[in-house]
C-alpha cells in the first residue's frame, strides 16, 4: 500500500506541477517547488487509508486525470501531423487548468451517491433436470444497515418483494456492520421479520455481522442471535433444512476473509441429503463453487463483492478470477452472486446497482 501510495504521489507531484505551470506559477523557485511537494506528499498520504472517502475522491481526480493524458497524448500524436487550429487551443487551455477533472469528478459523485439509493430487482430463471417442483427465491445481501442508505428504502422493498410471494427467503450475509448500533440491529430483524415466505425466512453470517474488525462492538453474538430468530429468522450456520419434499437449503459460516478451516466443509454439512432432491448453498462469500459442484449442489448464492462498488474494482476482481457479479457456471453448480443491498464504506457506488435478487427455479414437474 506505501509503495501505491509513493507512485501516486510522483503522479501528483507532476500533475500539480503543470497546473502551477499553467497559471504561471515558476516551479523552479522554491517557494512553488515546495509547495508542489508538501501538496504530492499529501495526496499520497491520504491514499496509505483506502478505505477513507478521502482516498476515494483524491483517486477519482487521479483516475480522470490519468484518462484524460492518455486521451491528450493520442490528441497530440494526431495533431502534430497536420496544423494546430484554434479550437485545438481552446481545449489544450481547458484540459492544462484542470476544470476538466473537477466537472467530471462533480459528476461521478453526484450519480454515485444517487446510484447508492437506487435499488432495483435482478431476477434470474434456474432450470434444473431434476424433479422439483417450481420454487421462487429471493435473495437479500450486504444491507449494511443504517450505514449507507436511506432504511426507508429497505422498508418499502421489505413490501415489494411480499407483493412477490416468494417461497423461501435468504438472508445472505453482512446484514449489519460494525457501525450498526444495537437498537438499530434489533430494529433492522424487526423490519424482516415482516418478511412472508411459504417456507420461512433464512440467515447466513457474513463477515461484518459479529462485528469483528471493531474493538467495541454494539452489541454481543447472543443479541444478534436473539433478534434474529425471536423474528422468526432461522439461523443456518454450517447446517441445512429440508424444504417441501424436494428443496434442500444449507448455509455455511462464514468463511472470514478466506480461511476457510473453522468451518465445516460443504461435504460435511450435507452428508446424508438426498442428492435426488434440488440443493441450494447460501454461502455469505462466492466461493467453494468447485467443492458445492463436487458434492451435488445446484445452486450457490452469494454476496460479498459488491460488484466492486467504485469503479474499476469489480473489473480487476474478474481479471483475478473473483466472482464478481451475475450468474457462473461451475461444473453442475450455478452461483448467484448479488451485488448487494447496499454499499459498505463510501455512500457512492459507480459501479453496479444497489439490488435485491429474485430467482426462479424451474423443474421436471
Not at 453448480?333 to 435478487?357: H, K, L, M, P, Q
Request: aromatic letters at 10%; a negative charge; proline letters at 2%.
Amino acid at each position: 500500500m506505501v509503495v501505491l501510495a509513493a507512485l501516486i504521489g510522483f503522479y501528483a507531484y507532476w500533475l500539480i506541477r503543470r497546473i502551477f505551470v499553467f497559471y504561471r506559477l515558476k516551479p523552479s523557485k522554491w517557494p512553488v517547488k515546495i509547495v508542489n511537494i508538501l501538496l504530492a506528499m499529501l495526496v499520497a498520504a491520504a491514499c496509505v487509508n483506502m478505505w477513507s472517502v478521502t482516498a476515494v475522491i483524491v483517486l477519482h481526480v487521479l483516475a480522470i486525470s490519468l484518462v484524460l493524458d492518455v486521451v491528450a497524448f493520442v490528441v497530440r500524436r494526431i495533431v502534430r501531423k497536420r496544423t494546430p487550429g484554434r479550437a485545438y487551443g481552446v481545449i489544450r487551455k481547458i484540459y492544462r487548468c484542470g476544470i476538466v477533472q473537477v466537472f467530471i469528478l462533480a459528476f461521478v459523485l453526484i450519480y454515485g451517491f444517487m446510484n447508492m439509493g437506487h435499488v432495483v430487482r435482478t431476477e434470474y430463471t434456474v432450470e434444473t433436470d431434476k424433479d422439483v417442483q417450481p420454487y421462487k427465491v429471493a435473495l437479500i445481501t450486504d444491507v449494511h444497515y443504517d450505514t449507507i442508505q436511506d432504511t426507508d428504502i429497505l422498508k418499502d422493498k421489505i413490501q415489494e418483494i411480499n407483493g412477490q410471494n416468494p417461497d423461501v427467503v435468504i438472508l445472505g450475509g453482512d446484514i449489519v456492520e460494525e457501525k450498526t448500533s444495537k437498537e438499530k440491529m434489533q430494529e433492522l430483524f424487526g423490519l424482516f421479520g415482516q418478511l412472508e415466505a411459504t417456507y420461512g425466512i433464512y440467515y447466513v453470517y457474513g463477515n461484518h455481522d459479529r462485528q469483528p474488525y471493531t474493538s467495541n462492538p454494539t452489541f454481543t453474538d447472543e443479541e444478534l442471535d436473539t433478534a434474529i430468530t425471536e423474528n422468526g429468522i432461522t439461523i443456518l450456520q454450517d447446517s441445512y433444512v429440508e424444504i417441501g419434499d424436494d428443496l434442500v437449503l444449507a448455509g455455511r459460516d462464514d468463511a472470514a476473509w478466506g480461511n476457510v478451516s473453522d468451518r465445516a466443509s460443504t461435504e460435511e454439512i450435507l452428508q446424508g441429503v438426498d442428492q435426488e432432491k434440488y440443493i441450494i448453498v447460501a454461502d455469505h462469500q462466492p466461493i467453494g463453487a468447485e467443492e458445492n459442484s463436487d458434492q451435488g449442489v445446484d445452486l450457490e448464492v452469494s454476496g460479498h463483492t459488491h460488484a466492486g462498488q467504485i469503479w474499476p474494482v469489480g473489473i480487476l476482481s474478474e481479471l483475478t478470477g473473483v466472482l464478481n457479479y451475475g450468474e457462473y457456471q461451475r461444473g453442475d453448480c450455478t452461483v448467484i452472486v448479488s451485488s448487494g443491498f447496499a454499499g459498505w464504506g463510501y455512500s457512492i457506488r459507480t459501479e453496479g446497482n444497489c439490488e435485491y435478487v429474485i430467482i426462479n427455479i424451474e423443474g421436471t414437474l
